[in-house]
């Protein structure tokens, strides 16, 4: 079994900074893909940023300069380091996972989701 587990939400004024960090563990063989998605009720799911195992990145334009992505793949994590925070980025975030439970067996996974609100 594989879980995927995301932490650091929290409440933070407009223009400040939260850290979200994001770890898979398990009976993984290998974490290829990793991204960040938030859900506000009313919309739909938001994909902000990815980043492939060997670093390439990519950002939704709403977020590109202010949020980072980065990963560590000795430790199967990914954070998101958000900053110049705005009331519109308030929202559930989701850390998702492509996951190779074997050499021939990828799979997605989800983590439980951490609220971000963002006041102004």
């Known amino acids: 079994q594989v879980h995927v587990v995301e932490s650091g939400g929290g409440s933070v004024q407009s223009g400040g900074s939260l850290r979200l960090a994001c770890v898979a563990s398990g009976d993984i063989y290998r974490v290829n893909d990793m991204a960040w998605y938030r859900r506000t009720p009313g919309r739909q799911r938001e994909l902000l940023a990815t980043?492939?195992?060997?670093?390439?990145?990519r950002y939704e334009e709403s977020v590109k300069g202010r949020f980072t992505i980065t990963r560590d793949n000795a430790k199967n994590t990914v954070n998101l380091q958000m900053s110049s925070l705005k009331p519109e980025d308030t929202a559930t975030y989701y850390c998702h996972a492509d996951v190779q439970v074997s050499p021939n067996y990828e799979y997605e996974y989800w983590g439980q989701g951490t609220q971000v609100t963002v006041s102004a």
């Open positions: 980043i492939t195992r060997a670093g390439m990145t």
